[in-house]
């Protein structure tokens, strides 16, 4: 039940003490993500983490100035990563066969099992963690930053450390917007009214549509935080770099 608990009280965490985390709680963190479920039991993943400081000021110029990766005490860097594997097959006299679209996916979902078992765990010591979405998108430049071999691609990042500011939780969408039983049942514009009307008028969203000056909280979505424009460039970035790191090979 403790398990539970630590879940649904997650918060995202953007304010952080300076406090080293303890080695040993560390390591047990870890370990716990490395109990995640993997395809084939194969942990085609790998985990970079980032405690010196002159590497994290680095790391937060290219995670857009989030002054949190500077701030929390330890970075961690997901990695989707067949280089070991391969590397072992071929030592092995097998000729692996992973340089492909389908390979990179199943990684990256090793990675990202592996990242969410750390970040409960975390949270069960105590610590809080905040994932940044723009290891996507500076993809290119963290592969050069941690000299990332072909067959590996940075997934994602948590920045852990302890709470320096205790927020309210994020909300949520109510549980019959997400699930659906047996198929999926498409939504009527009825459905969508309900489920995104509490989201909708919280007090956060009509202060956000007063500083953006828009009429509603899905156009501060389109127009302001993921834009067209910048969700074309940064897929044209990370496949650039899927492809660089060896893994597009369309050949039979």
């Not at 990675?111 to 078992?117: D, I, P, R, T, Y």
Request: hydrophobic share 40%; glycine share 4%.
């Amino acid at each position: 039940m403790e398990t539970i608990k630590t879940i649904l009280n997650h918060k995202t965490i953007r304010q952080y003490k300076s406090d080293p985390i303890p080695d040993k709680v560390l390591d047990e963190v870890l370990q716990a993500g490395f109990r995640a479920s993997t395809t084939g039991n194969m942990q085609v993943y790998s985990v970079i983490v980032t405690k010196d400081w002159e590497k994290r000021v680095e790391l937060c110029k290219l995670h857009f100035g989030q002054k949190m990766v500077e701030q929390a005490p330890v970075l961690l860097t997901f990695c989707a990563d067949f280089n070991r594997f391969n590397k072992w097959c071929r030592q092995r006299d097998a000729e692996p066969g992973y340089d492909n679209f389908l390979s990179f996916f199943t990684a990256a979902i090793d990675a990202l099992l592996v990242s969410q078992n750390v970040a409960v765990a975390a949270e069960a010591h105590g610590l809080g963690i905040c994932y940044l979405g723009t290891t996507t998108y500076q993809a290119d430049k963290l592969v050069d930053f941690f000299r990332l071999p072909e067959g590996v691609v940075p997934v994602t990042t948590l920045v852990v450390g302890y709470p320096d500011e205790d927020p309210e939780q994020a909300d949520r969408l109510p549980a019959d917007g997400i699930l659906h039983q047996e198929v999926y049942r498409d939504y009527t514009p009825e459905d969508i009214e309900r489920i995104y009307k509490e989201k909708e008028n919280l007090p956060q969203t009509a202060e956000l549509l007063k500083e953006n000056q828009l009429a509603n909280l899905a156009q501060i979505f389109t127009l302001k935080r993921y834009t067209k424009k910048d969700n074309l460039h940064f897929s044209r970035v990370f496949l650039d770099v899927i492809k660089k790191q060896g893994f597009m090979n369309h050949s039979g």
